[in-house]
């Protein structure tokens, strides 16, 4: 992939995302559209968006009963997403489900662990252990179940590719060495999370909330 960073477009201002796309296409390797997003415009805004020529990531983070994931996925099958985010969570046979429904050429990945979490919120939720060792476990089996990849924070992906040297690795909550890191608890810096081994990055507010985001793309692309 020449360009690794997907920029999250996450605004319900259909204008709004369709400009800043337009401003920062020529220095970014893809859209990321989440629930914010698909919430407001539904699969309409997504083929608006794709006109731009971009891939588009559709991070729906589906987490639901193996079938409902299933036919949620044949759903989203005629927008041909590059990828699309389900919950580890949610099992091995929603995991297996989800991939078997997806249309050839989509990438489906299990989001691990939000990286607005940290280990007290583990422990809340009733998980034993630390970060690293919950998103191993889910990696294994998102691995097992035949998806393609993960999300994981820049902290657990080296420990990922070590055991999935195959993955394909999302990496959110990256953020430049003097950025505010807002509602992220677990941050890295996009070339820190290249050189772990992620797959591609996904970076928001650097960009969109940026003077000028071209140009911030553009600066980050150049780190990378």
């Known amino acids: 992939m020449s360009n690794r960073i997907?920029?999250?477009?996450?605004?319900?201002?259909?204008?709004?995302?369709?400009?800043?796309?337009?401003?920062?296409?020529?220095?970014?390797?893809?859209?990321?559209?989440?629930?914010?997003?698909?919430?407001?415009?539904?699969?309409?805004?997504?083929?608006?968006?794709?006109?731009?020529?971009?891939?588009?990531?559709?991070?729906?983070?589906l987490h639901d009963i193996p079938n409902t994931v299933a036919k949620a996925v044949q759903a989203l099958g005629p927008l041909a997403?590059?990828?699309?985010?389900?919950?580890?969570?949610?099992?091995r046979a929603m995991l297996e489900d989800a991939k078997a429904a997806a249309p050839t050429g989509t990438k489906v990945v299990a989001v691990t662990m939000l990286t607005s979490l940290d280990a007290s919120d583990l422990a809340e939720t009733g998980v034993i252990g630390s970060p690293a060792d919950h998103v191993r476990r889910l990696a294994d089996l998102a691995a097992e179940a035949g998806v393609d990849g993960i999300v994981c924070s820049g902290e657990e992906v080296?420990?990922?590719?070590?055991?999935?040297?195959?993955?394909?690795?999302?990496?959110?909550?990256?953020?430049?060495?003097?950025?505010?890191?807002?509602?992220?608890?677990?941050?890295?810096?996009?070339?820190?999370?290249?050189?772990?081994g992620a797959s591609?990055?996904?970076?928001?507010?650097?960009?969109?909330?940026?003077?000028?985001?071209?140009?911030?793309?553009?600066?980050?692309?150049?780190t990378l």
């Not at 605004?11 to 629930?35: E, F, I, M, N, S």
């Not at 997403?81 to 099992?91: D, E, K």
């Open 158 to 196: 080296a420990a990922a590719k070590r055991s999935w040297p195959k993955g394909f690795f999302v990496v959110p909550g990256v953020r430049l060495a003097d950025s505010v890191i807002g509602d992220q608890k677990r941050v890295v810096t996009p070339r820190a999370a290249v050189d772990a």
């Open 6 to 61: 997907y920029v999250a477009i996450d605004t319900p201002d259909l204008a709004r995302a369709q400009a800043l796309a337009h401003k920062v296409r020529h220095h970014v390797g893809g859209l990321k559209l989440g629930l914010e997003f698909f919430c407001a415009h539904g699969a309409t805004g997504v083929r608006e968006m794709a006109h731009i020529g971009l891939p588009i990531f559709l991070d729906l983070k």
């Open 200 to 222: 591609i990055l996904v970076i928001g507010r650097p960009i969109t909330q940026a003077e000028d985001p071209d140009a911030a793309a553009r600066a980050i692309a150049g």
């Open 81 to 91: 997403p590059a990828i699309l985010t389900v919950h580890a969570s949610g099992g």
